[in-house]
């Protein structure tokens, strides 16, 4: 199934993001060891489905498209579902 507005001839995957729950463990670390702070942000704890339209665009199922934010190698942000 292809979501609303994307290209046809794309795949489905799943990808990690920062979202809630990583911003919870950030939440975490300041209270319970601030040196660590960084690393919620480097490996996020969120993961969302996304369609990869041929041209490189990333899609939600919901046909929002998911802004192009690199952040520790890891995307960052963006529509959830």
Known sequence: M???????GGTWTAESYSGQVTLIIF??????????LC???CCPC????VYVAPNGV????????VP???C????????AA
Request: charged residues 10%; hydrophobic residues 40%.
């Open 27 to 36: 939440i975490v670390l300041i209270l319970v060891f601030w040196p660590a």
């Open 72 to 79: 520790c190698g890891s995307p960052c942000g963006g529509p």
């Open 2 to 8: 292809v979501p609303p507005g994307a290209a046809p």
């Open 46 to 49: 969120d993961s969302r489905n």
């Open 68 to 70: 192009i934010n690199d």
């Open 58 to 65: 990333k899609y939600v199922a919901s046909g929002q498209v």
């Open 39 to 41: 690393a919620p942000f």
